[in-house]
């Protein structure tokens, strides 16, 4: 019986000794800590099949072991764009056909050569109707491209993409659009391997099938815990200097915030609300500007917002900086339509807090007496955040205005119908930059756009947003995008703009060359570990 | 007809065994798989040989019958009842053109009649297909849940064996120092067990034995120092009812007349508390057993999402946000399946614990 104790005790303290052990110096799946970035990615990425992806969590993965014809300069506040697998894309005189010079010598993961045709695959994948892409719309502006999407032709050599003699692409645009260039660094337009696609289907994407040509190749992806991702040895640019990257999946992100202080992450992407404060004294916190906009719009299908002198009157009622005080996450207050940091912007464009002149807008619309003023709902998706700005706007207009607004909240998808059906007098919504344009931006409130909720919609804004977007010369084009904002923010107010989004991150002291940047794009292959 | 008494040669060796393997994963030790078969091919065929040695075969059938009605209707229900919810898979901030979000529900065979939809998914179904996610593309609801219900099970096992190794022990004593200090003081402790919320009693833990003591890691699933701390949330909560069910029913068996027997013919206090009291106050323990088990081997979210534990959980709760309607349908199944066994398993157990119960057609 004593032997029997003695087995289990010393079997007991090798299973103690063994499992309390820590891993020194090695990362999960055996990684060499030194030689590892570990950072939050904070969910399952829904697809890494960039044709169909549209989140980003997906899109932070394929943008580091893929790379598409232009890249973004990070460093340079414009965002101008930089060669990757182009050496050089050039318009002709009215920017309608594009003459793109490929690069040579640059292989897949396979040891496959780069060449037009996985361009050409790519696009036709993304407009291929089976494909059943979200983001096929990005290549609207290619000519025929539409049509082959929606299935009115089937040949795809009549869509405007071809390569030419010396294996270079021409683009045939319908229309010119001077945001085109950006469209080539997004993950929609990337080449493509057809032949792996067609032989693993929907396996593709698993790390032994994929076949790519970023500065990382994708190791180990061990379904709703991490990614791994190796440095690609065969990469055409400059190697990465880190040699993995190690992804974790944690949504939750006071978990993440632990793990970050028990130095598990290195860097994490996304922070409470709650806890920013506190957290913006600390050394590894970062923000920066982000092209994104939060907007409440109006109902104008209905009193009382479909009269402009409501709209206004509500416009000049809201104080954007009691807002971005209380977030304190480094927001900025917006009254124009185009974002902070990008062209276009205009600090002095929209209506400014004066609430004597929204009293006066409101007398003139015929509610001296304010309690004709109709019954109005404030609408909003469940979140904390919308919650307290939803409240702080609630109070400013009874304050400001002697008017009471009732919140009313929703679930995300059944608020996202509402808004097809039956929107609430007063919506909140946001909107991330695709591409750092103000075509973009400006677009939401055309006339043609489904995003636009409030049932408004202007034949002058729409020939604003059509003229401006095929413009070549700068100057004109910022000129009728200012104009356009102040029809769109100061006139017709069918929206009216809170601030100016901003993104904010921890990153661990042993990490140098991370970038913060507007477009939240973390490229890991500049990034070296202390 | 007999009733149902587990032989002896095969239940506690079995139960044991079991334990050991348990215990082995908590320290991480790989088991290879088929020990793992083994053990579960064993366990099933002792448990048929009993269910046919004691004449339970008819009642098993009946039950395993009634089951797959169950599940066919609550299958049913759920696959109309996401119907009705307002918004779609395929609703999103950036609104779709019409032309686009057509071609997607087409792909996804959303734009057939839901008569149609329901043929076809019962269909799959019956054939143990449950379909691709809408979320995650190309990736298939049995994928899903083969991978990431065992953290959950692993998890939840860990958690039950802690819940009854502390409420039963408590509870007994509650109830044999019925109205004194340690009643009291043991009461207190599971009211709070109860009514105190895990996204609480999470951080505080983690704050005294991650940051403070440094014993355990603060997130993950990678060994004993990670699992420790969320099996203590989920398992003490889950003890604190087990402590006041076993409390309440054996101050109602220890006033029983068998028991003033027993100790007048001078059986140890121990001896009648544990052996005779104890095994009579189970049965509310069994009945409170079956959704508890289920409820805790499919998954905690809070817990899963504190602990950032790669459960079934999560996608509970995110599949219906995401209007992942397959992945919803999946995580509805398992969950109704385990349920619909554990109840069975209950009542079977209940034939074990108390002789008086007969389970015969």
């Given at each position: ?530 | ?61 009946k039950r395993l019958v009634e089951s797959l009605i169950t599940v066919a209707v609550i299958a049913s229900a759920t696959f109309l009842l996401l ?32 008569l149609?939809q329901y043929g076809n998914f019962m269909v799959g179904l019956v054939q143990g297909d449950l ?198 349908l999946g995580?509805t199944l398992v969950f109704s399946v385990i349920l619909v066994v554990?109840?069975l ?17």
């Amino acid at each position: 019986m004593s032997n029997i104790r003695i087995l289990v005790f010393a079997l007991l303290t090798t299973f103690l000794s063994t499992g309390c052990t820590k891993k020194e110096g090695k990362a999960d799946y055996g990684l060499p800590l030194s030689e590892t970035l570990r950072i939050n990615i904070l969910q399952e990425p829904p697809s890494l099949d960039w044709s169909k992806s549209v989140d980003t969590t997906s899109s932070l993965i394929e943008n580091n072991i893929m790379e598409g014809l232009v890249e973004y300069d990070l460093n340079d506040p414009e965002l101008s764009l930089v060669p990757a697998l182009a050496t050089a894309w050039k318009p002709n005189s009215t920017a309608s056909i594009w003459n793109i010079t490929l690069r040579k010598g640059v292989k897949w993961t396979d040891g496959v050569d780069f060449t037009a045709q996985h361009v050409i695959d790519g696009w036709e994948r993304l407009l291929n109707p089976a494909t059943a892409s979200q983001y096929a719309y990005f290549l609207f502006g290619v000519k025929n491209a539409q049509k082959y999407n929606e299935g009115k032709i089937t040949d795809f050599s009549q869509v405007g993409i071809r390569a030419d003699a010396d294996g270079n692409l021409v683009v045939e645009l319908e229309k010119p659009k001077g945001y085109f260039p950006y469209l080539l660094a997004h993950h929609a337009t990337f080449p493509i391997r057809k032949d792996v696609v067609e032989k693993h289907k929907d396996r593709w994407t698993d790390p032994e099938n994929i076949v790519t040509l970023g500065a990382y190749r994708l190791k180990i992806w061990d379904h709703d815990k991490a990614i791994v991702l190796e440095r690609n040895e065969g990469y055409y640019g400059e190697k990465a200097k880190t040699k993995y990257v190690l992804a974790y999946m944690i949504n939750e992100m006071s978990t993440a915030i632990n793990l970050f202080d028990s130095g598990k992450l290195d860097f994490q992407s996304s922070l409470p609300s709650r806890e920013l404060r506190q957290l913006r004294s600390r050394k590894e916190y970062r923000e920066a500007g982000t092209l994104g906009i939060y907007y409440y719009g109006f109902n104008t299908r209905t009193p009382p917002f479909n009269d402009v002198r409501v709209r206004r009157a509500f416009a000049h009622a809201i104080d954007r900086k009691q807002i971005t005080d209380m977030l304190a996450g480094g927001q900025i207050p917006l009254s124009g339509w185009v974002p902070v940091g990008m062209f276009g912007y205009e600090a002095d464009r929209g209506l400014k807090f004066d609430p004597e002149l929204a009293n006066k807008l409101l007398e003139e619309a015929g509610f001296k007496d304010r309690s004709k003023f109709p019954k109005i709902k404030l609408g909003f998706n469940t979140n904390e955040d919308h919650q307290r700005v939803a409240e702080n706007v609630q109070a400013q207009i009874r304050k400001n205005l002697g008017l009471d607004i009732e919140l009313a909240n929703e679930e995300w998808k059944v608020y996202l119908a509402s808004l097809k059906s039956n929107p609430p007098s007063i919506y909140r919504l946001g909107w991330l930059a695709d591409y750092p344009d103000p075509d973009n931006f400006m677009n939401l409130m055309s006339s043609a756009s489904e995003n636009n909720h409030t049932g408004w919609s202007s034949k002058t804004y729409d020939s604003y947003v059509d003229k401006a977007v095929s413009m070549t010369n700068k100057e004109e084009r910022r000129k009728t995008y200012s104009e356009a904002q102040k029809f769109l923010t100061e006139m017709e107010v069918p929206a009216v703009p809170i601030y100016s989004m901003v993104s904010q991150i921890l990153v661990s002291p042993r990490v140098e060359g991370l970038k913060e940047n507007p477009l939240t794009r973390y490229i890991f292959k500049g990034v070296s570990l202390k | 007809m007999m009733t149902g008494r587990l032989n002896l040669a095969f239940g506690p060796p079995l139960a044991i065994f079991w334990l050991g393997l348990v215990v082995a994963t908590f320290f991480d030790v790989s088991i290879p798989s088929f020990v793992w078969w083994s053990a579960a091919a064993y366990t099933l065929a002792g448990a048929f040989w009993h269910t046919i040695r004691y004449g339970m075969l008819a009642y098993v059938g009946k039950r395993l019958v009634e089951s797959l009605i169950t599940v066919a209707v609550i299958a049913s229900a759920t696959f109309l009842l996401l119907r009705v919810l307002p918004g779609g898979p395929f609703d999103s901030e950036k609104a779709l053109p019409p032309e686009i979000k057509a071609a997607i529900e087409k792909k996804y065979q959303l734009d057939q009649p839901l008569l149609v939809q329901y043929g076809n998914f019962m269909v799959g179904l019956v054939q143990g297909d449950l379909g691709e996610s809408y979320k995650y593309l190309g990736r298939n609801i049995s994928e899903i849940l083969a991978e990431s219900l065992p953290a959950s099970v692993q998890l939840g096992v860990y958690a039950l064996l802690l819940a009854y190794l502390i409420g039963i022990p408590f509870g007994v004593l509650a109830a044999r120092y019925h109205n004194r200090w340690p009643d009291h003081l043991l009461m207190a402790l599971a009211i709070s067990g109860v009514s105190v919320p895990s996204f609480l009693v999470a951080p505080i833990l983690i704050l005294i034995f991650c940051f403070g003591l440094g014993w355990f890691e603060p997130a993950l699933w990678d060994g004993p120092a990670y699992y420790i701390l969320p099996t203590w949330v989920l398992g003490t909560r889950a003890a604190a009812v087990i402590a006041r069910l076993v409390r309440a029913s054996v101050l109602e068996v220890i006033k029983a007349d068998y028991i003033r027997t027993g100790r007048a013919k001078g059986l140890s206090e121990s001896t009648l508390l544990f052996k005779h009291v104890l095994r009579n106050s189970l049965i509310p323990v069994l009945t409170f057993s079956g959704p508890l088990i289920a409820g805790i081997i499919t998954g905690s979210f809070v817990v899963e999402q504190i602990f950032a534990i790669p459960g079934i959980g999560k996608h509970m709760v995110l599949s219906v946000s995401n209007r992942d309607y397959p992945l919803i349908l999946g995580t509805t199944l398992v969950f109704s399946v385990i349920l619909v066994v554990c109840n069975l398993l209950v009542d079977l157990l209940y034939a074990y614990v108390d002789p008086r119960i007969k389970l015969n057609v």
